[in-house]
């Protein structure tokens, strides 16, 4: 029996939240996979909640042609079919009762008059004009057509109310790409509007890294070169691509989970205190980090970073097949399915200290990580123990599938001699707080309703994280690999991925064992 279902909880008292001005939040791509899956369900989660404003409207663009009714029925049945939790009829009534629908183009003029017309008739019912939300849940190739138009409508200022924009990812497809839409977008909006999202900045671990970090005196001492090895960052998935061929093929692991959601988790692991934890302050300390991490050169490449496909095997206990029989990939695609790179931040707190980052589908389990690998004590009092076997201490951040943070350490065995043995503390989010329906996006909508902009990126650190992945895009590029498909689906990855921590005499955590939450039974490295 857990805490929380013994007594009352102290940790879970001050959970309040900040109150939201009225807001019209206005979808493109309302129809979209998306909006369907994680959006609307994420809405009504937070009318559930009490936590969106007593006057909020949705407003619902896209190309098909629905009625307001409609789509009222078809947003309903996605937040009945997705929501985590079977929803209150009396608040999903409440929650959709004056949404509206304008169907449209983006790039059709028109679609924006109407627009117009439908939030200004919600100002005038409210009596003022409200804040205005607008979520670019669309295809990329719209992104910068949208914010053009709303620029041409007028619609992307107003004297009396806030106006912002969310931006999903990717948020381009190369450097070039990135500031060419930065630029087109912070032509039509200031960058205190811009909300470019990134939904793993939602995920409660993920945001409780800051406090971690600098709120327990414990852990602060270590975080540094003196103390820490090296640090692993995994990002697995035991599933194929299924339905996102026509995505997929034109991303690729790399652009798909390193350039932002990993590299977003390097930056909270190893930014310095920012001053105060207002939003700039965070994202200055953030892309200080990004700036620490020297572009790779030519010559570097093959000695930090490995790409891979997967090919047929068994995941799941049953037979799949490889990428290259998915249902709308190419039979000749070149796109890697796993990457993975050794990074070194060049300051003073991280100098010397690789980042090992990976990701990849169809692999042997579903798990998001980050584990930090403490430099061995000093032996010489075990001599004349098995102290050659025992394995590191790891402190580990586990993001998904179960939330929480585990340290594995040494302790001595019950028995006459000295016979040292790992154990593990592991702390877990649903042992202590009360589970919620939430998977980040609930987090971020209500962030972008309040205005704070610290969860998500901004224009310089897009950049950033580009340069540092741009000179690897461009040589896998250039040269085509020659033995894809290189690893079985269901298995820890590809052999080369091996080699490039083996160059340093060092190993991975295994996925299965690591993603049941337990302490790796590898990794007896020599840091």
């Known amino acids: 029996m857990t805490l929380a279902e013994t007594e009352p909880n102290p940790l879970a008292a001050g959970l309040e939240r900040l109150p939201v001005a009225p807001t019209n939040l206005v979808i493109f791509g309302a129809t979209g996979d998306l909006a369907k899956r994680k959006l609307l369900p994420a809405l009504y989660?937070?009318?559930?909640?009490?936590?969106?404003?007593?006057?909020?409207?949705?407003i619902g663009v896209s190309r098909g042609e629905l009625s307001n009714d409609a789509y009222r029925e078809m947003a309903a049945e996605s937040i009945r079919a997705f929501s985590r939790t079977p929803p209150d009829e009396n608040v999903l009534s409440g929650l959709l009762a004056e949404l509206r629908y304008v169907a449209g183009a983006f790039d059709d003029g028109a679609t924006y008059t109407a627009l117009a017309a439908a939030l200004t008739e919600l100002d005038d019912a409210d009596g003022e004009p409200m804040s205005r939300a607008f979520y670019l849940s669309t295809a990329p190739d719209f992104f910068s057509v949208i914010v053009g138009e709303l620029g041409k409508a007028e619609l992307a200022q107003s004297e009396h109310a806030d106006v912002r924009v969310i931006i999903e990812k990717p948020f381009g497809t190369s450097l070039a790409e990135a500031r060419a839409l930065?630029?087109?977008?912070?032509?039509?909006?200031?960058?205190?509007?811009?909300?470019?999202?990134?939904?793993?900045?939602?995920?409660?671990?993920?945001?409780?890294?800051?406090?971690?970090?600098?709120?327990?005196?414990?852990?602060?001492?270590?975080?540094?070169?003196?103390?820490?090895?090296?640090?692993?960052?995994?990002?697995a998935e035991d599933i194929g691509i299924g339905s996102r061929a026509g995505y997929y093929d034109h991303a690729g692991a790399l652009r798909d989970l390193v350039e932002n959601h990993m590299m977003q988790l390097l930056t909270l692991l190893c930014m310095e205190p920012p001053v105060t934890f207002a939003a700039n302050d965070v994202r200055d300390e953030k892309v200080k980090v990004l700036h620490a991490i020297r572009t790779p050169r030519a010559d570097e490449l093959a000695q930090m970073s490995v790409r891979a496909q997967y090919g047929p095997g068994v995941s799941?206990?049953?037979?799949?097949?490889?990428?290259?029989?998915?249902?709308?990939?190419?039979?000749?695609?070149?796109?890697?399915?796993?990457?993975?790179?050794?990074?070194?931040?060049?300051?003073?707190?991280w100098a010397g200290v690789p980042f090992y980052l990976r990701t990849g589908k169809r692999l042997a389990g579903r798990m998001t990580e980050i584990a930090i690998r403490f430099k061995p004590a000093p032996y010489a009092p075990f001599d004349e123990t098995r102290v050659a076997t025992l394995p590191p201490n790891w402190l580990v951040l586990h993001i998904q599938p179960n939330e929480g943070i585990s340290l594995q350490f040494e302790v001595k065995r019950p028995g006459p001699v000295v016979d040292l043995a790992a154990v593990q503390m592991a702390f877990h989010y649903d042992d202590w707080f009360p589970r919620e329906p939430n998977v980040g996006y609930e987090t971020l909508i209500y962030d972008v309703m309040i205005g704070d902009q610290t969860l998500f990126n901004r224009a310089d650190m897009i950049e950033e994280t580009w340069r540092v992945v741009q000179p690897v895009l461009d040589a896998w590029a250039a040269e085509p690999p020659r033995h894809f498909p290189n690893y079985a689906s269901g298995s820890d990855g590809p052999h080369a991925a091996e080699a490039l921590l083996r160059q340093d005499h060092r190993a991975w955590r295994p996925l299965v064992f690591s993603a049941n939450g337990g302490a790796p039974s590898q990794g007896h490295d020599k840091a």
């Open 45 to 58: 989660n937070l009318a559930h909640e009490g936590a969106l404003p007593g006057q909020f409207n949705l």
């Open 182 to 235: 930065n630029a087109k977008v912070l032509s039509v909006f200031d960058e205190s509007q811009v909300f470019r999202i990134d939904h793993y900045l939602g995920k409660e671990t993920v945001q409780n890294m800051l406090a971690f970090r600098f709120a327990n005196g414990m852990f602060e001492p270590l975080w540094n070169r003196n103390y820490i090895a090296h640090v692993q960052i995994t990002a």
């Open 316 to 349: 799941g206990g049953e037979q799949v097949v490889g990428y290259l029989q998915e249902d709308g990939v190419p039979s000749d695609s070149h796109t890697e399915t796993y990457a993975a790179l050794r990074l070194e931040v060049d300051n003073w707190r």
